[in-house]
Structure formats: C-alpha cells, structure tokens
C-alpha cells in the first residue's frame, strides 16, 4: 500500500487511543515509514463522509481575492 501524502510504504499497524470509551479502544490500520500518516477505517469513513457534503467547484465559482504585498 502506498501513502496518499507522500507515496512512502504503509504498514499495517494495531493503533490505539487509550482515550477511546469504547469497549474496545485498538483498531487496525496503516502508518506510513516515512511521513507518519495514520489510516484507518474511521479516518476513512470520516473523509468520505466529509467528501460527500462538499460541492463541487466550477469554472463559475467565485474565488477567493489572491493577497498581494504592497
């Protein structure tokens, strides 16, 4: 599996938040060697879940003013 941040090698990781009230606070995942990037199935979910509710940008869109020293 490869890194979406930095394309490095992912592993295959038991991750665990001890601040979890859940009865079970372990859950699989992957971490990247390299940059550290944690994914696992929450992470996941969540980014779809945040993907979703977004609306497409068109060529139509206003954008934002671009910030220039004066």
């Known amino acids: 599996m490869t890194c979406e941040r930095c ?3 992912m592993v295959s990781e038991q991750i ?3 601040q979890e009230t859940n009865s079970d606070p372990c859950t699989n995942g992957y971490r990247c ?4 990037n944690v994914v696992d199935t929450t992470i996941l979910a ?3 879940r945040s993907s979703e509710s977004v609306e497409p940008r068109t060529a139509s869109s206003p954008r934002l003013p671009r ?3 004066a």
């Open 7 to 9: 394309h490095g090698l």
């Open 16 to 18: 665990c938040d001890l």
């Open 33 to 36: 060697l390299l940059c550290g």
């Open 46 to 48: 969540n980014r779809r």
């Open 67 to 69: 910030l220039v020293a």
